[in-house]
């Protein structure tokens, strides 16, 4: 019975699941989205939030490198406005014509005989979107994206005290020429202009990668043990959040090794020269998720 048991672990593939993030990870950097994507941020903030020009630089790293998004620093410090706009206004115009889709990836992901799951900060039309164009939609379980994780209705999808979900309760607001509100905003970059900044960052309402409440959360809602997860991700701070978490990490984009990544690739491509033990273990697979519906499991809008 002992050998038995042990044999039987033996044999245990190493993960259950795949977990992708999506943008610049599935899909090369060279399709151009991400520096459109960025362009199109920094037309928002001007635009739409009233933002002066020659802060846009600053402000933009600031909220990246505090809150997460840009996105996510923006309502941390203050900006009311409605995320189906700002995610319509940044996505809406990328060049989705540079994605084409990608048999061998497809053939790769078709034949690994493991939950695969998408995780994203973007929305869920950008998602669904994107994933088609690759030939990809079929190819995933579910999707958690930003709706997954910022359910508009908290009590009606995952009910969480553990999570904490910061109240949008706005004061003081003003309404700026495009119908977004602002409450009295946070001025980040005096505030780091100070030598010693003594006030605390407000906090932001948005769950988003790379906080590790974001991951935990995907973790919960997926039904996922990090220890037999493998992530991937082209960001170095989403993999060093992901090893916090305890999960594997599979740093795509680079084949130079990132503190916290397990493994490199310069392409996704390359996953059966890098991961080779994903083909190894003797698995026999009752996991498949063909239908073209499949990829609304998570999704929560
Ligand atoms: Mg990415």
């Known amino acids: 019975m ?21 943008d610049d990870t599935l899909y090369p950097l060279s399709t151009g989205l991400h520096k459109v994507c960025t362009q199109n941020i920094r037309d928002y903030m001007i635009e739409k939030l009233g933002i002066e ?3 846009i630089d600053e402000l933009s790293n600031l909220l990246y490198k505090n809150y997460g998004t840009t996105m996510a620093g923006l309502r941390g410090i203050g900006y009311d406005f409605d995320y189906d706009d700002y995610h319509s206004f940044v996505h809406g115009k990328l060049p989705y014509e540079n994605l084409k889709p990608d048999p061998v990836l497809r053939n790769l992901l078709l034949n690994l005989p493991y939950r695969k799951l998408i995780f994203t900060n973007a929305d869920k039309v950008h998602a669904v979107k994107a994933l088609s164009r690759l030939g990809l939609e079929d190819c995933f379980e579910g999707i958690i994206c930003f709706e997954t994780l910022n359910p508009i209705n ?34 980040i970059i005096g505030h780091f202009a100070q030598p010693n900044p003594s006030a605390v960052l407000p906090k932001t309402p948005i769950i ?24 991937f991700e082209d960001s170095v701070r989403n993999i060093q959040a992901g090893k916090r978490v305890g999960l594997h990490t ?21 996953l059966r020269q ?19 519906h499949a990829v609304e499991t998570f999704v929560t809008a």
């Open 154 to 187: 908290k009590s009606n999808v995952y009910d969480d005290d553990d999570i904490e979900f910061i109240g949008s309760t706005k004061t003081n607001d003003l309404t700026t020429t495009n119908g977004a509100t602002r409450s009295k905003i946070f001025d």
């Open 53 to 55: 020009k020659n802060k």
């Open 250 to 270: 599979v740093q795509v984009g680079t084949s130079q090794k990132v503190k916290g990544a397990d493994y490199a690739l310069e392409s996704i491509h390359n």
């Open 208 to 231: 988003c990668k790379p906080s590790e409440n974001a991951i935990e959360f995907a973790l919960k809602i997926a039904n996922l043990n990090p220890q037999r997860t493998l992530f």
């Open 274 to 292: 890098a991961v080779p033990e994903l083909w190894e273990a003797d698995i026999k697979s009752d996991v498949t998720y063909t239908t073209k």
């Open 2 to 22: 002992e050998y038995e048991n042990r044999f039987r672990q033996v044999q245990r593939p190493k993960y259950d699941c795949l977990l992708f993030d999506l």
